[in-house]
């Protein structure tokens, strides 16, 4: 394993809004470093929101973000970004006109303290699909494609931790079993992730600690194993 700088990302309270509708309700949380964590609930429940908030593209009205020991709270999203947070949004986000390479150089940042530099090369052997493909443009790949050729362009800044927003939403089973082992690879290097999930079996096989929250509220926070032991949370917060 790489060795990594301890980070820790702790949400205090948190209170996001969408004009009037009240989304985050004193929502609190923290990552350690090398923990790859869950944040579980239904459509609706907040997941997006709170990803959002850590990026501060929703400004919570109170409650604090702090990563490292700063503070977030409204700070500009890029400056939260040039921090070291790596953001995949849900909605993936390639430049469609460019190649595999070209989307690649786009999200190149400099080395950071600490961190591990990343390079084609070697985010071509954590995704083997795209290296057989970097000349292709954005366009020509399916959808699970362009979901990891966004977290491949999020790891070429070189984060400290990486966001995922539905990582496995809308994409085939065996890309998804694609994915779920590529961030597995990522956690034995010792990266944070943090993801927003639905799939139930794909959050279990990747993830250390499991978040659910309902409403905005968070209504569980802790370890898979424990989850698996109680059917009724599942049941509750949940099922479909």
Do not use: C
């Not at 980070?7 to 509708?21: M, P, Q, R």
């Not at 907040?46 to 709270?73: C, N, R, W, Y």
């Not at 109680?230 to 099922?239: G, H, M, T, V």
């Amino acid at each position: 394993m790489r060795q990594w700088v301890m980070f820790v990302l702790e949400l205090t309270g948190v209170n996001s809004f969408y004009g009037k509708a009240h989304i985050l309700r004193d929502l609190g949380f923290s990552i350690q470093a090398g923990e790859v964590v869950s944040l579980l609930g239904r459509n609706g429940a907040g997941k997006t929101t709170t990803v959002k908030s850590i990026m501060q593209l929703v400004s919570p009205a109170s409650g604090e973000v702090t990563f490292d020991g700063q503070s977030l709270t409204h700070l500009p999203t890029h400056r939260v970004a040039k921090l070291g947070i790596g953001y995949v949004p849900e909605e993936r986000r390639i430049f469609t006109d460019l190649t595999i390479s070209e989307n690649l150089e786009v999200g190149r940042q400099p080395p950071r303290d600490g961190v591990f530099e990343w390079t084609q090369d070697i985010v071509f052997e954590l995704f083997p699909n795209l290296a057989e493909r970097r000349n292709n443009r954005g366009k020509a790949l399916s959808g699970g494609e362009q979901q990891m050729l966004s977290i491949a362009r999020t790891l070429m800044g070189n984060p400290r931790l990486l966001l995922l927003d539905e990582p496995s939403e809308g994409i085939a089973p065996v890309i998804v079993e694609q994915m779920a082992q590529t961030i597995l690879k990522l956690k034995s290097e010792g990266l944070p992730v943090l993801l927003s999930e639905q799939n139930l079996h794909f959050a279990k096989i990747v993830s250390d600690r499991a978040i659910i929250i309902e409403g905005g509220l968070k209504k569980y926070d802790g370890a898979f194993a424990e989850l698996e032991s109680q059917p009724e949370i599942r049941d509750a917060y949940l099922s479909v």
